[in-house]
């Protein structure tokens, strides 16, 4: 009871560890990404399965497309934004840096998963295989293993200044290296077709228009899901220390 | 000049301090040479080798068992510093956190390249392999020692960063194995180019050639945020 008191006390607007600590349960920046998140989201569900017509070849299957796409793109962005906020963080050690790069990490990692269940529902009947060893493909899978080494490490080394720059350096070698695995799975295989997904110019304008959505939808489905994850980071930090405070 | 000097007068009494740490104990040696024989053995049980699939299936072989032996010296970096709780000390002394990072990547550099060493001739014993001329042997050599450097440098980085942890002989491969794709590739098929020369290859030496580079440059800048102050 006593510690419930404390607690108590010390939340209501104060700083802890010296971080405030939010008044507000919605953020405005919540309530305005989660608005649009739902509203692009569910007209991008209507392109998606009524508005664009039925692939000739591929049939139901190339609408995996649409999501897959999308969910890649976050899933890369989430990466590139990891890194980049390592190198700040390297440079002007700023706790609120590590927390968003963080929260990117886990973002990152479930939409990559969703790439990589789609790529495989979709390749399944459209190249007969769940998985091939193209440069793609075995790219993105080990930039799904950084993101699990990088989460695994972070939760491993706790909330400490050496966990956070260890975090950072994993992002950035990670950054160099993911173009060179592409380059060298590319060279290792040759002369296999890199690109197997429809290019851009084949799909009719409909198919353009709904991917363009798709994507805005889940870029905004991103920043929203991020903004939670940051808002977890911080008040599972600022928790922490009120325990270390209490104690 | 003089920086320099000192530079490698300081890399040279780290490396010194393991390597003598490493022959009064001989922990390290032992046991990866061991396991890097014993990966070789596995592998002629579990792919029936013929005389005509032993050229596509040993250079994979080859590389599985370095790639593991590595890993186990590479985790043991600073396991010395770790238990003797020295490592603080290490970091009092005016020494540049390059010259750590060069001073303990040679010396896992030196404790992977004798276990490949001896290795290599028990590898080409057991597989029946050609390796014998001249020229085949070097660039063989240089093959398994430009691979042993990509994965030193990455390695020697994140077993510091894994060392924090409880659960570093955990991590470590988790945080080296994606990393290290490049290198293992081209060292694959350099070393299968080696045993069974083909045409319209890429210029996979050249290659793990810049890898090792990249990774070098990028790990000696970034030590010194892995290390604690």
Known sequence: MALAKQISQTTDGHVVGGQRLARRRWPLVSVILGVLTALTMSLSIWLIFVYTPIDALQGETQRILYFHVPTAWAGMLSFVIMAGLGIIYLFKPDERLDWLARASAEVGVVFLTITLILGATWGKPIWGAWWVWDARLTATLILWFMYVGYLMLRSYMGRTVESARGGAVIGIIGAIDVPIIYLSVNWWRGQHPVTQIGTQGALPPQAVLTIMVALVAFTLLYAFMMVQAYQLQRLQTLAQRLRIQVE | ?229
């Not at chain 2, 000049?1 to 393991?18: G, P």
């Not at chain 2, 186990?72 to 005016?94: C, I, K, N």
């Open chain 2, 1 to 229: 000049m003089r920086m320099t000097r000192v530079f490698c007068l300081q890399i040279w009494a780290i490396l010194w301090k393991d390597i003598r740490y490493e022959l009064r104990s001989k922990q390290t040696w032992l046991g990866m040479g061991m396991f890097a024989l014993l990966v070789l053995v596995i592998f002629n049980f579990t792919f029936d080798l013929h005389p005509d699939t032993v050229a596509a299936i040993a250079p994979g072989a080859l590389w599985v068992a370095f790639i593991f032996a590595s890993l186990l010296g590479l985790g043991r970096t600073v396991a010395a510093e770790r238990e003797q709780t020295s490592l603080d000390r290490l970091l009092l002394t005016p020494v540049d956190r390059k010259a750590i990072y060069l001073a303990k990547l040679l010396g896992n550099l030196l404790f992977i390249g004798v276990v490949e060493i001896v290795a290599l001739p028990v590898f080409a014993i057991l597989f029946n392999l050609p390796i014998w001329q001249g020229s085949t042997l070097l660039t063989l050599i240089l093959i398994v020692i430009l691979g042993a450097l990509g994965i030193a440098s990455v390695g020697t980085l994140f077993s510091v960063l894994a060392a924090a942890t409880q659960a570093r002989e955990l991590l470590l491969p988790i945080l080296v194995f994606p990393l290290v794709v490049p290198v293992v590739i081209s060292a694959v098929r350099a070393t299968s180019v080696v045993l069974v020369p083909s045409v319209n290859e890429p210029p996979w030496l050249s290659l793990l050639l810049a890898f090792d580079v990249i990774f070098l440059s990028a790990s000696t800048l970034l030590f010194q945020y892995v290390i604690e102050d």
